[in-house]
């Protein structure tokens, strides 16, 4: 089963087009509408799940991260239209790089190849963890956890649908709705045809992948976060700040597990604390405080259960809504503390001193460093990074949240321009024609001349992108873009785009870049020269 599995995956790799073809620019799309005709099944096989985990004794927190509901199927939604949006840039070529010689350099964005992704009770992972990892042109193996065997089905049918609907080779996603458990150990073994393993969930199922299994690891560590209040917080804000580090999602990776304040501030914030619970709609919690804060305000209490705080509380990560509170003696103690229990996943720090919150960014070391802010800040779409599948804790390869571009790699490509290695060597010119030698710069002055300059510009980039054997004297604006003589596809598209800002020194509309086309090449001169004359600042200048 895993060997044919496994053959299954890597043909649908080779079948696949290369990443940033149109197919993968519709698959969000695609697959959301799949999810919208299918919800309502969905949610009945999640029922079905949740009766099953009822009936097993299952506690409330699971069963609250098991649970679908229509937020749900917004939040995909959301999540498809991130990465419609984020994909042509994640695909786009890097900037060429230019060496001794006439060797010009640049990376172009590659698939990791064969991805496994292992989680538990969070039946969402299985759309995310198959949009991502697919639109970035990458097969992957989806086992979630048994729990969630029936909702976990419908959804492989889901993806599968969307996957034809695309014209994508349905390999390129394997639900593994065994749940046998010596299946896993056995993938986990397969270093020599699985690229990378994302293992989502416990910390003990993230150690035990790490630990059985030779394929390298993007991994979410434990979520034993701490926010330290700095004496000279705006105490108010920081309460407002700890609660929503908290309450909203109380099991999530970058909830808040302990809050270290500052002695001579933290009545002050038990106090916020517990006005804050008062206030109509903040869901109850519990508050862990020590001996002598516990005399003091547990009398006074109101919609907060309080408990004395012990060593246990240490390093643990609570998954529902309980909060320990610690006072120390100033920032030191509270970086011993982080590096003693947290897991490098996320730390913060409130305070109105600058100095105190440089001192603990350059001392703290995690993934994420939220400085006047709620840990739940750390998000990719928050933070201007784009859709992320999880939040890796690693030192290599990716750190923070995994974005599109965390499921890539990269090929160098090297246009030699007729150098050899004894050229560099010696310092020799290349020897080049015109075409070949470099940028074209012009001013964003509008006239004839600079018009004309574009259009040789764009008119050699379409050929190099579109591989045609003329020359750019042979191309013609009346040419269609993609008719018989020129063929690029969206990811050619959008790397001729960043080559054209480059070699032009323009800045082009944003939405250029996703999804708008053109039918030839004169429309597409036509913009860029637009683009060149909205920016005049000096004359018309043409250089090659």
């Not at 309080?306 to 609570?318: K, M, P, Y």
């Not at 050699?460 to 004297?473: K, N």
């Not at 042979?474 to 790397?495: A, C, K, M, W, Y």
């Amino acid at each position: 089963m895993i060997e044919q599995m496994l053959d299954s995956a890597h043909r649908a790799l080779a079948d696949a087009p290369a990443p940033g073809d149109a197919a993968y620019l519709a698959l969000p799309r695609l697959l959301h509408e799949r999810l919208c005709r299918d919800w309502d099944e969905v949610l009945r096989a999640n029922e079905s799940d949740l009766t099953v985990a009822r009936q097993r004794g299952h506690p409330e927190a699971l069963l609250g991260r098991m649970r679908l509901d229509p937020e749900d199927l917004s939040w995909l939604g959301e999540l498809a239209r991130q990465v419609a949006a984020h994909l042509p840039s994640a695909l786009a070529p890097g900037p060429e790089l230019r060496g001794a010689s006439g060797v010009v350099t640049r990376r172009l964005p590659k698939p990791l190849g064969v991805l496994l992704a292992v989680y538990e009770a969070r039946p969402t992972v299985t759309v995310e963890a198959a949009l991502l990892a697919i639109s970035a042109g990458n097969a992957v193996l989806l086992r979630g956890g048994k729990e969630l065997a029936r909702t976990n089905g419908v959804m492989a049918g889901t993806v599968a649908s969307a996957l034809s609907d695309a014209g994508l080779p349905p390999g390129l996603a394997h639900v593994l709705d065994d749940p046998d458990r010596s299946l896993l150990r056995e993938l986990l073994k397969r270093h020599d045809r699985i690229d990378a393993l994302i293992p989502r969930g416990s910390p003990t199922l993230i150690d035990y992948c790490a630990e059985h299994s030779r394929i390298p690891v993007i991994a979410s560590g434990g979520g034993v976060n701490h926010l330290y209040v700095h004496r000279a917080a705006d105490v108010e804000l920081a309460a407002e700040l700890v609660l929503d580090s908290k309450l909203p999602q109380p099991a999530g990776c970058t909830a808040v597990e302990t809050v270290l304040v500052d002695g001579e501030v933290a009545g002050e914030l038990v106090a916020a604390l517990l006005r804050r619970a008062a206030e109509p709609g903040t869901p109850r919690f519990a508050l862990r405080l020590p001996p002598d804060q516990v005399r003091r305000f547990a009398p006074v209490a109101s919609g907060v259960d309080i408990d004395v705080a012990d060593d246990g509380d240490n390093g643990r990560e609570f998954l529902d809504r309980t909060l320990a509170l610690r006072p120390v003696d100033g920032l030191d103690q509270a970086v011993r503390h982080i590096r003693r229990y947290g897991t490098g996943h996320t730390e913060g720090v409130i305070t109105a001193d600058t100095a105190v919150a440089e001192r603990f960014c350059a001392r703290v070391d995690a993934a994420c460093l939220v400085v006047n802010g709620s840990l739940r800040l750390d998000d990719g779409p928050t933070m201007g990074l784009g859709p992320e599948l999880s939040i890796s804790t690693g030192r290599l390869h990716v750190r923070g949240p995994v974005t599109l571009d965390a499921l890539l790699t990269h090929s160098w490509v090297v246009h030699g321009n007729g150098a050899t290695r004894e050229d560099h060597r010696a310092g020799k010119p290349a020897t080049v024609d015109a075409e070949q030698r470099g940028p074209v710069k012009i001013s964003r002055q509008v006239g004839r001349s600079t018009r004309e300059a574009v259009s040789a510009v764009v008119r050699r980039l379409v050929l190099r992108e579109s591989r045609s054997p003329l020359s750019a004297e042979d191309i013609g604006e009346d040419e269609p873009l993609n008719g018989g003589t020129l063929r690029i596809n969206s990811f050619g598209f959008v790397g001729m785009l960043v080559h054209l800002e480059d070699e032009l020194d323009v800045r082009l509309p944003d939405d250029l870049f996703v999804g708008r086309r053109f039918e030839t090449v004169g429309d597409l001169v036509d913009l860029v020269g637009s683009a060149c004359a909205s920016g005049a600042t000096g004359t018309e200048e043409a250089t090659g």
